[in-house]
């Protein structure tokens, strides 16, 4: 394994045990992610994009969730391997996530200097006045002022509360911070006021960061690499500038092809033809092939496995494939 790995996710898959059967939620994903690295992560609803973030965090509810197999190496550590007792070290300290309805991270009955607090104090030894001036200077930092510190959660506006999520999230200066949809609750001008404070952030910390989103414009804001994922695996990797020139999975192409363009009046967005699969079905072959407008006899039957197109781009379809 390279040194600079911050976090290396090999082989994972994750599944769902349902009453419609199970759900392979996440099939043989690798991915890796590097010192001070933003990495996007992008696809469809369903795509499996939460579900690793929880792997990660060792957070799968299980039952129904079930990690079958797989490595998710953090600082050259398995996460899947250690204690309990130490993964609850990690979690919040070393590695931090910020969900989609802040309102899922903070208390309703709860103060948020004390939520803010409640962190710094698991994991650092300090007193609590120093922890509430922390908190205060947290709270400055993501633009609120320490003057509401004793406020209720619904005393803030949505963004407002986001802000505080994120607040918490740096307590205790993380490696890397994991953000699902952070701003797709929010309303649109204020999503881009809090990316806009992510990205600054992140730069001032030199905390890596895994983005998830659905939203292309996001990760051209503020990722380093993409990572697109389709019915639980990565289909396309790269370097965002490389994606961006020479999208290359069919997939990824019919999502370029979906942003709506400025300098057009075209009314209608040519989308993906076809839905993604149904969450118990097993797909034989490639698991794009049935929505594939290129694709070819043997994406029924075989599963395409990594091309490198060059250093710093992979593309998982036969297309490609001894080119
Ligand atoms: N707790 C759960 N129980 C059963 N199925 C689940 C559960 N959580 C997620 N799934 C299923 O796993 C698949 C991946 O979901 P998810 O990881 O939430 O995708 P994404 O975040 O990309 O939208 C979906 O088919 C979803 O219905
Ligand atoms: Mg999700």
């Known amino acids: 394994m390279e040194n600079n790995k911050l976090l290396q996710i090999m082989d994972l898959c994750v599944t769902y045990k349902t009453q419609e059967g199970l759900v392979h939620a996440v099939n043989n994903l690798n991915l890796e992610i590097s010192d001070k690295e933003t990495l996007g992560f992008v696809g469809e609803t369903g795509a499996g994009k939460t579900t690793t973030a929880m792997a990660i965090m060792r957070l799968i509810p299980c039952p129904p969730g079930k990690i079958e197999k797989g490595k ?20 919040g300290k070393d590695i931090s996530m910020i969900f989609q309805d802040p309102m899922t991270s903070l208390n309703p009955v709860m103060r948020i200097s004390e939520q803010i607090m409640e ?32 406020d209720y959660p619904h005393q803030f506006s949505g963004g407002m509360k986001q802000r505080v999520v994120i607040a918490i999230s740096l307590a205790c200066s993380p490696k890397l ?9 929010l309303d649109v001008t204020i ?14 910390f ?8 659905h939203d292309l414009g996001v990760v051209a804001e503020i990722c380093d690499k993409v990572a697109i994922m389709y019915a639980g695996s990565v289909v396309e990797y790269a370097s965002k500038e ?7 999975h069919p997939y990824t192409k019919g999502l370029f092809n979906s942003i709506p363009k400025l300098d057009t009046d075209e009314e209608f ?7 993604p699969p149904e969450p118990t079905d097993v797909i034989s072959g490639c698991a794009f092939n049935p929505r594939c407008p290129y694709c070819m006899e043997r994406c029924e039957k075989e599963k395409p496995g990594i091309t490198y197109l060059d250093k710093e781009h992979y593309v998982c379809c036969f297309l490609y494939e001894n080119k």
């Open 119 to 150: 962190m710094i104090l698991l994991h650092k030894k300090i007193n609590k006045k120093e922890a509430y001036a922390e908190a205060c200077k947290l709270l400055e930092l993501v633009g609120i002022k320490k003057e509401r510190a004793d």
């Open 206 to 213: 030199g905390t890596s960061m895994i983005l998830i989103t």
């Open 72 to 91: 998710i190496f953090f600082e050259g550590e398995d996460l899947l391997k250690i204690s309990d007792r130490k993964m609850r070290k990690i979690q």
């Open 269 to 275: 967005l040519e989308e993906i033809d076809g839905l």
């Open 242 to 248: 490389k994606l961006y020139l020479n999208p290359s």
């Open 177 to 185: 911070i994991i953000a699902d949809e952070p701003t797709t609750a």
């Open 191 to 204: 999503q881009a006021q809090v990316l806009s404070l992510m990205k600054d952030l992140k730069d001032e």
